[in-house]
């Protein structure tokens, strides 16, 4: 369910909610701005401060329940001892929308002293990402035992009028974060191919944009083989999706936005180990993630001009599957052996990388959860980067911190590119043991148009998580559409 978010100023005790977060950095003072809230209850909050019942520490919270006026509880939540306020302020927030959601209550309200600028941003966003949950398959209780769902927040800022545009950018964003989660939790039963492409074409008519989608007979009049080898396996109808989103001038180059849609990922005739394999669910998070930086981009009408390319199908065994020993042709002309059908993503984005050319972008960024191997280098805590450009890779790494979603680089050397050589055609789709996120990246590095600055997210990590991350349960995350819509924010004029 989506949650209303609405902005207002004044002193926060006047606040009537039945939940107030308030956001405190750690060892400091206790704030004189909450004196009157502090009054109304009693001392109880500068007392909890004082005791060090409440340390202000990152990701700490405190519940305190308030004597009937103002607001009927307080939430004191830590910001820590932070360098970036924006990342402690969104992550804060996004804690506290998290708690609110799980206490049952109704509507709640975000103060934080001198919550001005691109804070509110981050307030806005924050609590909208924690808030977030997925309960369409769950039975409801009967009506007396149900908790109340979370529909509405305020963000309680230090000046509502000059907080506007930022507010705005901080539901904007909230938003497109919620198009990826929902896609990416949904199952492979009913995300599929064509569903992706449905939500795209729902996308493109709320904001009118020019949606274009190819089933499989486009695809194979476009001569992409190795996409296709992929499909080979599904009866679904595999989908090329492009979304035109164009906020900068006629003519302005766009940005590519790639993403890896695999509804389901088997391994296909390299089948995947039964253990874990329900999580192949979240192969299209980058799809996911090209959708949801639409999604907040339109809303922003960020002045510049982007276009989203999605490879959507599923990875499956069958009669008339591609085989490992298979060569195929990409639409660039280069030949591709296939020794492991389970590198499938790679198969996927090199037709679609090549096919991004027609846009003459300016700069391609692609978000695919390619290599099991990038969870083991970097966990569940940064996305691997990788490119053709230092540049480029060094403005998507500032993005992607932006954005609260840190990724780290991997190195692009040419002694890696000997792994990927072909026996008997120009490209083997895996390399050896070692180094699989990067001999990955080289792969795709084959398909990008010449020319053209490019960046590979490997989310593998980070799309998704099996455990509870503090601000995230388990599930998705919504990376990378931050990072995508910090990067394009940057672009724009
Ligand atoms: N979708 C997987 C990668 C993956 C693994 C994502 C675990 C998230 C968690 C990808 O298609 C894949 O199967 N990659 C193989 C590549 C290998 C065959 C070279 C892998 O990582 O095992
Ligand atoms: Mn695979
Ligand atoms: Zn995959």
Same mark, same amino acid.
């Given at each position: 369910?989506?949650?209303?978010l609405? /902005?207002?100023?004044?002193?926060?005790?006047?606040? +009537?909610?039945?939940?107030?977060a %308030?956001?405190?950095?750690?060892?400091?003072?206790?704030?004189e701005?909450?004196?009157?809230?502090?009054?109304?209850? !009693?001392?109880?909050l500068?007392?909890a401060?004082?005791?060090?019942?409440?340390?202000?520490?990152?990701?700490?919270?405190?519940?305190?329940?308030?004597?009937?006026r @103002?607001?009927?509880?307080? /939430?004191?939540?830590?910001?820590?001892?932070?360098?970036?306020?924006?990342?402690?302020?969104?992550?804060?927030?996004?804690?506290a929308?998290r708690?609110g959601?799980?206490?049952?209550?109704?509507?709640?309200? $975000?103060?934080?002293?001198n =919550?001005?600028g691109?804070?509110?941003?981050?307030a806005?966003?924050?609590?909208?990402?924690?808030?977030?949950?997925?309960?369409?398959y769950?039975?409801?209780?009967? &009506?007396?035992d149900?908790?109340?769902?979370?529909?509405?927040?305020?963000?309680?800022?230090?000046?509502?009028?000059?907080?506007?545009t930022?507010?705005?950018?901080?539901?904007?964003? !909230?938003?497109?974060?919620?198009?990826?989660?929902?896609?990416?939790?949904?199952?492979?039963?009913?995300?599929?191919?064509?569903?992706?492409? *449905?939500t795209?074409?729902?996308?493109?008519?709320?904001?009118?944009?020019?949606?274009?989608? $190819?089933?499989?007979?486009?695809?194979?009049? =476009?001569?992409?083989?190795?996409?296709?080898?992929?499909?080979a396996?599904?009866?679904?109808?595999?989908?090329?999706?492009?979304?035109e989103? *164009?906020?900068?001038?006629?003519?302005?180059?766009?940005?590519?936005? #790639?993403?890896?849609?695999?509804?389901?990922?088997?391994?296909?005739?390299?089948?995947?180990?039964?253990?874990?394999?329900?999580?192949?669910?979240?192969?299209?998070?980058? +799809?996911?993630?090209?959708?949801?930086?639409?999604? +907040?981009?339109a809303?922003?009408?960020?002045?510049?001009? #982007?276009?989203?390319?999605?490879?959507s199908?599923?990875?499956?065994?069958?009669?008339?599957?591609?085989?490992?020993?298979? %060569?195929?042709?990409?639409?660039?002309?280069?030949?591709?052996?296939i020794?492991?059908?389970?590198?499938?993503?790679?198969?996927?984005? &090199?037709?679609?990388?090549?096919?991004?050319?027609?846009?003459?972008?300016a +700069?391609?960024?692609?978000?695919?959860? =390619?290599?099991?191997a990038?969870?083991?280098? =970097?966990?569940?805590?940064?996305?691997? #980067?990788?490119?053709?450009?230092?540049?480029? %890779?060094?403005?998507?790494?500032a993005?992607?911190?932006?954005?609260?979603?840190?990724?780290?680089?991997?190195?692009?050397?040419?002694?890696?590119?000997e792994?990927?050589?072909?026996?008997?055609?120009?490209?083997?789709?895996?390399?050896?043991? !070692?180094?699989?996120?990067?001999?990955?990246? /080289?792969?795709? *590095?084959?398909?990008?148009? &010449?020319g053209?600055?490019?960046?590979?997210l490997?989310?593998a @990590?980070?799309?998704?998580s099996?455990?509870?991350?503090? %601000?995230?349960?388990?599930?998705?995350?919504?990376?990378?559409?931050?990072?995508?819509?910090? $990067?394009?924010?940057? *672009?724009?004029?």
């Amino acid at each position: 369910m989506s949650i209303a978010l609405t /902005l207002r100023g004044g002193n926060p005790a006047r606040v +009537a909610t039945p939940l107030l977060a %308030v956001a405190l950095p750690s060892g400091t003072q206790f704030p004189e701005s909450l004196s009157a809230l502090d009054k109304a209850y !009693g001392g109880a909050l500068s007392r909890a401060h004082k005791q060090g019942d409440f340390k202000g520490g990152r990701d700490e919270a405190l519940l305190c329940v308030g004597p009937g006026r @103002g607001p009927a509880r307080v /939430l004191l939540v830590g910001l820590g001892d932070y360098a970036d306020r924006y990342g402690a302020i969104m992550r804060a927030a996004t804690l506290a929308g998290r708690k609110g959601n799980a206490l049952g209550v109704k509507a709640m309200a $975000f103060w934080a002293p001198n =919550l001005a600028g691109d804070l509110v941003e981050a307030a806005a966003f924050g609590v909208s990402r924690g808030a977030w949950d997925f309960t369409d398959y769950k039975t409801m209780p009967a &009506a007396k035992d149900r908790p109340k769902p979370l529909v509405s927040a305020t963000i309680v800022a230090h000046d509502v009028r000059a907080s506007k545009t930022s507010f705005a950018a901080g539901v904007a964003l !909230g938003e497109g974060q919620r198009v990826a989660r929902r896609l990416q939790q949904l199952p492979g039963n009913v995300c599929t191919p064509e569903y992706i492409a *449905r939500t795209a074409r729902d996308i493109g008519k709320r904001h009118k944009l020019r949606v274009t989608v $190819f089933g499989r007979r486009e695809i194979k009049r =476009l001569k992409m083989e190795s996409f296709l080898a992929v499909a080979a396996g599904t009866p679904q109808d595999p989908k090329l999706i492009v979304v035109e989103y *164009r906020g900068g001038r006629r003519g302005d180059a766009p940005i590519a936005l #790639v993403g890896k849609g695999l509804c389901f990922d088997s391994g296909g005739i390299s089948i995947k180990p039964a253990q874990g394999m329900e999580m192949m669910k979240y192969d299209m998070s980058g +799809a996911a993630g090209v959708l949801g930086a639409v999604e +907040a981009i339109a809303r922003m009408k960020l002045k510049v001009n #982007v276009v989203g390319l999605i490879g959507s199908t599923t990875n499956m065994p069958s009669g008339t599957s591609m085989n490992p020993g298979d %060569v195929v042709t990409a639409s660039n002309g280069k030949t591709i052996e296939i020794l492991n059908t389970d590198a499938e993503g790679r198969l996927v984005l &090199a037709d679609v990388l090549a096919y991004s050319a027609k846009f003459k972008p300016a +700069a391609i960024i692609d978000a695919a959860t =390619l290599t099991g191997a990038c969870v083991i280098a =970097l966990g569940n805590s940064a996305t691997g #980067v990788m490119g053709n450009d230092d540049k480029l %890779v060094d403005e998507v790494l500032a993005a992607a911190k932006r954005g609260g979603e840190p990724g780290w680089p991997l190195p692009m050397w040419d002694d890696y590119r000997e792994m990927i050589k072909g026996d008997i055609a120009d490209i083997k789709n895996i390399g050896g043991r !070692g180094a699989g996120t990067i001999t990955a990246a /080289l792969f795709l *590095r084959e398909f990008v148009p &010449a020319g053209t600055p490019w960046v590979h997210l490997d989310i593998a @990590g980070t799309a998704y998580s099996e455990t509870d991350l503090v %601000v995230i349960p388990k599930g998705p995350t919504g990376v990378p559409v931050r990072t995508f819509v910090e $990067f394009a924010r940057g *672009r724009a004029r």
